[in-house]
């Protein structure tokens, strides 16, 4: 299986630092993802990739790359591809006047949030650009259109209802049989947070397509046993 690193001279000049260093910049990128939880996303990308020939590993939502980092380490590792899937306008909860809104995203010819060039920077600064590939877009409508079977998709998109079923219902389908499907933000509990990420997670394991893998903190970890429901 081939690296996916570079050969000759451009390996010195693309290839990233050692892992520790990679989720050292995971750690100091902005970002909502609690380090423990980075890190059993890192460690599930590993476990998804590993031994696969063009393993492709898909994420929804991605806010200046926190998440990217921690699975474009591992793609990095295991010779995958990461696809990072966001419009990078931001979610609802990160628009003026709500908890999670920061100032210095907004493009001021614009008014309204950009964490493109914030997350584009924080790929190359890594050097990782050879192994993960910026999608600029709806989710919804990427979704439509993708073809490729994934062998993990990370969902920590929108978290209002529409948003989170639309991500769900676009990206699971793709999951290859014996993939991944990590979902973000799942609180049992409704005083921690939102509902529908632990919606989307409850409906995956009552469809019996999917077997609960593992969770840390509030990430989700599903194996798909089946390839549609019954």
């Not at 079977?149 to 991500?167: K, M, N």
């Not at 699971?172 to 529908?196: E, N, Q, T």
């Not at 009552?206 to 969770?215: H, L, R, V």
Request: glycine fraction near 12%; hydrophobic fraction near 40%.
């Amino acid at each position: 299986m081939s690296s996916g690193r570079p050969a000759g001279t451009m390996a010195a000049r693309f290839a990233p630092p050692c892992c520790a260093g990679l989720l050292d910049r995971a750690r100091a990128t902005a970002g909502f993802m609690p380090d423990d939880e980075g890190l059993a996303l890192h460690e599930l990308a590993h476990r998804a990739t590993r031994g696969r020939s063009s393993a492709t590993v898909v994420e929804i939502g991605a806010w200046c790359g926190k998440s990217t980092l921690y699975l474009g380490a591992a793609a990095y590792a295991e010779g995958a591809v990461l696809f990072s899937v966001d419009h990078h306008h931001g979610s609802e909860e990160n628009q003026a006047g709500w908890e999670h809104h920061d100032a210095t995203l907004v493009d001021p010819a614009t008014g309204r949030i950009d964490t493109l060039p914030t997350w584009r920077r924080t790929v190359d600064d890594a050097g990782l650009g050879h192994c993960v590939v910026g999608v600029v877009g709806e989710s919804p409508v990427v979704a439509g259109h993708w073809t490729t079977p994934v062998d993990l998709c990370f969902i920590d998109g929108g978290h209002g209802e529409e948003p989170a079923w639309a991500d769900f219902t676009g990206w699971a389908p793709h999951v290859a049989p014996g993939g991944w499907l990590a979902i973000h933000d799942v609180f049992p509990d409704p005083a921690d947070g939102g509902r529908p990420p632990y919606e989307l997670w409850c409906a995956a394991v009552a469809s019996g397509d999917w077997a609960e893998d593992g969770a840390w903190g509030s990430l989700r970890a599903l194996r798909r046993i089946r390839t549609a429901s019954s």
